[in-house]
């Protein structure tokens, strides 16, 4: 494996594969209902442009989307705030390791920072309650930056990474992004000058991880 100077990985689906309202999603749950509305509203074929991009650019908080999502439903707007806060504090990652395998290739001079497209949920209540900024080097998110890891400035620039790397003096090809991504996905970051690899959901990430320790040893 070749050397790096920086690891970029993704959030969701790739270091957790946590969700919105994820302690109401067992069928059973007696808050079942708030968890399936919120799903099919927020994930559905409308959500996506409506509620989920701008959330992810930083142009609506959670407050702002939760009182257009609840609107004209029975759902208490306060109770579906606090429960979104609840869940996003309860965020995992996938495996218990992960931390110590940060930490491990810290330890060999890799600079380890996540990279995710997400909401204000991230930096408001995820990264403080798991202590995030302790454990990365830096935390690289959608909702702060204004711009998707895909997302292009006007001269084909990366509106996510460039400014990172300037700042970090990366060079083409020193960096690598972790994210589950597919093909199409990843041909954008390379463009970027950033290598990439494939994380399977819940299930890569351990070996990935692994492995670059392996080629740093």
């Known amino acids: 494996m070749k050397p790096y ?3 970029f990985v993704d959030w969701h689906l790739t270091l957790s594969t946590s969700v919105f309202w994820g302690q109401f999603s067992a069928p059973a749950h007696p808050q079942h209902a708030l968890f399936a509305l919120m799903q099919s509203r927020l ?3 409308d959500g996506l442009n409506r509620w989920l991009l701008p ?7 959670s407050e702002g989307v939760l009182a257009g999502v609840c609107r004209g439903t029975d759902v208490d707007l306060a109770f579906a705030l606090q429960t979104l806060q609840d869940s996003c504090r309860q965020m995992r990652f996938v495996a218990d390791v992960i931390p110590d395998a940060v930490a491990a290739l810290r330890a060999k001079g890799l600079r380890v920072v996540i990279a995710t497209d997400n909401m204000d949920t991230f930096p408001r209540w995820t990264v403080p309650s798991l ?10 998110c959608s909702f702060d930056l204004g711009a998707l890891k ?5 001269d084909g620039r990366s509106r996510f990474f460039a400014d990172y790397l300037r700042r970090q ?9 972790l994210d589950d991504g597919g093909e199409d996905f990843g041909a954008i970051i390379r463009r ?3 290598d990439y690899q494939h994380i399977e959901p819940g299930k890569g990430l351990v070996p990935a991880l692994q492995a670059l320790i392996a080629s740093l040893s």
């Open 5 to 7: 100077t920086c690891l």
């Open 43 to 45: 994930f559905g074929p």
């Open 55 to 61: 959330w992810m650019r930083g142009k609506l908080t």
């Open 131 to 140: 202590r995030l900024r302790a454990l990365f080097d830096d935390i690289l």
């Open 150 to 154: 895909e997302d292009v400035d006007q």
């Open 169 to 177: 003096h990366i060079g083409w090809g020193e960096s690598l992004l």
């Open 192 to 194: 970027f000058g950033i």
